[in-house]
C-alpha cells in the first residue's frame, strides 16, 4: 500500500507592485499552497504616487543584474565654427521630458531651464527643440527643502544655498565665462539607458537631485547654439555620477570617448572604458575639479623651459580637465614658450605670421606631416600626446595656403592650464573618480570599445559597445551651423 504524504502549507508575502496576491505551485512533485497577503487592505485605496515609490527603489537595484553599461551617446563637436560644444539627449519626469544637455566635466550639477525661467533661451540654432522643465507637470517630482540631506552636502561644495524664506535648496552658479544661472533643486526620476553592441534599452529609472533654473545669464541667454541645461559631471556629491554610485545604481567612474571628425558625436559611458595602452595620472588631492600634475611640456623630445611654479596647484592655479571648455588654455608662464617651441619646430617648413595677436602659420601641405607632437607630462610617468590638430585651428585659405592658428589660449595674469575639447577629443578619457586617477589614450572614437563595470557584488562586467553605430542624441549631429567669429570668441570658455 503507497504511503500517502499530506501537502505542506507555506506562507509567504510576496509584493508586485504593492499587491499581494495568493498562488499555488507544485514544489518537488508535491502540492503546496501558497498563501499571498496585500500590502493595502482592500478598503484602502492606494495612492499612484506610493506605487511609484516603491517601484523606483526597486528600479535602482534591478540595474545591477542588466547586462550593458548606463551610457550617452553625444552629438555635436569641438569645432567652434560650428557648435563648439558636445551635448546629449537626457530624459526627465514622469511623464518623462526630453532635455539637450551640454556634456561639463568642469561642474558638478545637472540643471535644466524651469518653465518660470527669466533670460532662459526658447530657440537655438543647433536646430533642437527646447524644452523647460515644469514641476507640476511630473508626477514624480517634488522640491528639495533645506533640511534635506543632498542640500546640506551640496553647502559644503558650494552647489548649494538654503533659502530659509521659503525653505528651499537653492543654488547660483556663475562659469569662467561670466554667464550664470539660479534657481532650486527638484528631486525626480531620470530615465537611463543600458547599451551593449550598438544596442540601446531604456530599461531603468533612478531618482536624482538636479537643478530647476529660474533665470541665467550672459551666454547662456543666446540661442546661436544653446541646449537646455548643462549636464556636470564633477566628483562632488551633487552630481549625477556620485548620486548613482551612492544609491549603488552605477560605479564611481566614467569615461567618454569625443570623435574629432566633421561628423562629431561620441559616447559617454558611466563606466570604465578598458584599451590597451591606457596611462593614468593620479587626480590632485583636495579640488573641486579634476586638477591634474602637470610638471613638463616637451616637443620634439625637448622639454620646453617653463618654471615648474607655473603649473602648481592652488586656489587659483594648476591644470583641469573639462569638456565644457572648447578650446584649450595655458598658464600665461607657459605659453610664451610653447609657441615658440612649435614656432621653432617648424620654421623651415611654414611661413609663421601674426593674426589678430594668435600665431598662424601658412603651410600648403598637411600639418600632420610639418607640425611635431607635443608631450604633456603628468605625474606617475604618464604622457599626454597632443597631436597638431589638438593644438592648431584651420583658419581660411590665403593663395593656395592654408592659414592654422595656434588653438591655445593665453590665461592672461592667471597660472591656469585648462584642457578643454579640442584637446580632449580623438582620446578615451577615463574620470576613476573612485580611484581618484584620470586615464587616457589616444584613440579613434569611431572604433568599437569595452567597459567595465563593478557589480555591487563586486564582480567585474565587460561589454563591448559599437561606437560607430550609435544612435544620435538628436537630428543635427551632422549639422554644422556657423557661427560668427564675435560670437565664438564670446562663449569659448564654459567652466568651472
Known amino acids: 500500500m503507497p504511503a500517502y504524504i499530506s501537502a505542506i502549507r507555506i506562507s509567504i508575502w510576496v509584493i508586485f507592485s504593492g499587491v499581494i496576491l495568493q498562488a499555488s505551485m507544485v514544489l518537488c512533485g508535491f502540492p503546496t499552497t501558497l498563501n499571498l497577503h496585500r500590502a493595502f487592505p482592500n ?11 516603491r517601484d523606483r527603489v526597486r528600479h535602482g537595484r534591478l540595474l545591477q543584474s542588466f547586462n550593458g553599461v548606463v551610457g550617452f551617446p553625444l552629438s555635436g563637436t569641438y569645432d567652434p565654427y560650428s557648435v563648439g560644444l558636445y551635448y546629449t539627449e537626457i530624459k526627465i519626469g514622469t511623464p518623462p521630458q526630453v532635455f539637450y544637455v551640454q556634456i561639463d566635466t568642469g561642474s558638478d550639477v545637472l540643471w535644466v531651464g524651469c518653465n518660470s525661467c527669466s533670460g532662459c533661451p526658447t530657440s537655438s540654432g543647433l536646430q533642437l527643440q527646447l524644452n523647460s522643465f515644469n514641476p507640476s507637470s511630473s508626477s514624480s517630482a517634488s522640491t ?16 548649494s544655498l538654503c533659502d530659509s524664506q521659503n525653505n528651499q535648496c537653492g543654488y547660483q552658479f556663475t562659469y569662467g565665462d561670466g554667464s550664470g544661472t539660479s534657481g532650486y533643486y527638484v528631486s525626480d526620476i531620470l530615465h537611463l539607458e543600458t547599451v551593449t553592441g550598438s544596442s540601446w534599452t531604456s530599461n531603468t529609472t533612478a531618482t536624482i537631485a538636479f537643478g530647476c533654473s529660474t533665470q541665467a545669464t550672459g551666454d547662456l541667454t543666446k540661442s546661436d547654439r544653446a541646449v537646455d541645461g548643462i549636464f556636470g559631471f564633477g566628483q562632488q556629491s551633487l552630481s549625477v555620477v556620485s548620486q548613482l554610485a551612492s544609491q549603488g545604481i552605477t560605479p564611481q567612474v566614467f569615461s567618454h570617448c569625443l570623435r574629432g571628425d566633421s561628423t562629431g558625436g561620441g559616447i559617454l559611458v558611466l563606466g570604465e572604458i578598458v584599451e590597451p595602452g591606457i596611462v593614468y595620472t593620479p587626480l590632485v588631492q583636495s579640488q573641486p575639479h579634476y586638477n591634474l600634475d602637470l610638471q613638463s611640456i616637451s616637443i620634439n623630445g625637448q622639454t620646453l623651459s617653463i618654471d615648474s611654479s607655473a603649473f602648481a596647484t592652488s586656489t587659483n592655479s594648476g591644470t583641469i580637465i573639462d569638456s565644457g571648455t572648447t578650446l584649450a588654455y595655458l598658464a600665461e608662464a607657459a605659453y610664451d614658450p610653447f609657441v615658440n617651441g612649435i614656432t621653432n619646430a617648424v620654421s623651415d617648413s611654414v611661413n609663421p605670421l601674426l593674426s589678430k595677436g594668435t600665431q598662424c602659420y601658412l603651410i600648403t601641405s598637411s600639418v600632420d606631416q610639418i607640425f611635431p607632437n607635443v608631450s604633456f607630462n603628468f605625474a606617475n610617468n604618464a604622457s599626454m600626446i597632443v597631436t597638431p590638430r589638438d593644438y592648431l585651428l584651420q583658419q ?13 589660449q593665453k590665461t592672461d595674469g592667471q597660472e591656469m592650464t585648462i584642457l578643454g575639447d579640442i584637446v580632449l577629443k580623438d582620446k578615451i578619457i577615463v574620470y576613476d573618480v573612485a580611484h581618484q586617477r584620470i586615464g587616457w589614450l589616444n584613440y579613434d572614437c569611431s572604433s568599437s570599445v569595452n567597459v567595465s563595470t563593478n557589480s555591487s557584488t563586486g ?7 559599437n561606437t560607430g553605430q550609435l544612435p544620435s542624441s538628436s537630428s543635427s549631429v551632422n549639422t554644422h551651423h556657423m557661427i560668427s567669429h564675435i560670437a565664438i570668441i564670446g562663449a569659448l570658455l564654459l567652466l568651472l
Open 144 to 159: 528639495i527643502s533645506c533640511s534635506d540631506k543632498a542640500c546640506s552636502l551640496g553647502t559644503q561644495s558650494s552647489d
Open 459 to 465: 564582480t567585474n562586467k565587460n561589454t563591448y559597445i
Open 43 to 53: 478598503n484602502q485605496r492606494v495612492e499612484l504616487s506610493q506605487l511609484v515609490a
Open 396 to 408: 581660411n585659405s590665403i593663395g593656395g595656403a592654408s592659414l592654422w592658428c595656434i588653438a591655445f
